[in-house]
């Protein structure tokens, strides 16, 4: 499903530049603003479930991205914390 999601990204990414598009790469500087300044949408949807549902979401994303930070992955913002 990944290769899917990303085999019609290369193909809309190629239209898109066909029609006149430009793309363009971010610095991490430029990531890093964009990151801090967007609202935290995984902790925001992590609290709706947890409302709704009552599952355990804000454990369930800590533990997801205490997972990637063990395994040497530098997440540009953490969502797990306000």
């Known amino acids: 499903m990944a290769q899917a999601a990303l085999d019609?990204?290369?193909v809309?990414?190629?239209k898109f530049k066909a029609a006149g598009g430009k793309v363009r790469s971010?610095?991490?500087?430029?990531?890093?603003?964009?990151?801090?300044?967007m609202p935290n949408i995984a902790m925001d949807l992590a609290k709706d479930v947890?409302?709704?549902d009552g599952y355990?979401?804000?454990?369930?994303?800590?533990?997801?991205?205490?997972?990637?930070?063990?395994?040497?992955?530098?997440?540009?913002?953490n969502w797990?914390?306000?």
Not at 26 to 37: G, M, N, R, Y
């Open 8 to 10: 019609l990204a290369d």
């Open 12 to 14: 809309s990414i190629k």
């Open 26 to 37: 971010l610095t991490e500087a430029e990531k890093k603003h964009w990151a801090d300044t």
């Open 50 to 52: 947890e409302k709704r």
């Open 56 to 77: 355990p979401a804000t454990k369930i994303l800590s533990a997801y991205m205490n997972a990637l930070r063990a395994a040497g992955e530098k997440p540009i913002r």
């Open 80 to 82: 797990d914390r306000e």
